[in-house]
Nanobody
């Protein structure tokens, strides 16, 4: 069983920044891949970014150049630094990982970009 807890969401003005954090419950596990997804109201959940072993990163085109994913493998933490935020980035952001072929999700943290 894996529990993921996101934090760091909130209200920010367009052009602002936020840093999201995700903590995995069991620091003894080493997750090969950790990822961020988001779901805006009325939309399907979509991929945002992924970090894999060796710190290989992948980004959705919509966030490339603005968001940066990073991890502290020893603590099983993953972060998402979000800069130059736009109103269309408003969504609930979810942390995701896979352990023993099962996908796990956090409960999400709400990011609202509005003036």
């Amino acid at each position: 069983q894996v529990q993921l807890v996101e934090s760091g969401g909130g209200l920010v003005q367009p052009g602002g920044s936020l840093k999201l954090s995700c903590a995995a419950s069991d620091s003894s596990k080493r997750f090969a891949v950790m990822a961020w997804y988001r779901q805006a109201p009325g939309n399907e959940r979509e991929f945002v970014s992924r970090i894999a072993s060796g710190d290989t990163t992948t980004y959705a085109e919509s966030v490339k150049g603005r968001f940066t994913i990073s991890r502290d493998a020893a603590k099983n933490m993953v972060y998402l630094q979000m800069n130059s935020l736009k109103p269309e980035d408003t969504a609930v952001y979810y942390c995701n990982t896979v352990w023993l072929a099962k996908s796990y999700w956090g409960k999400g943290t709400l990011v609202t970009v509005s003036s």
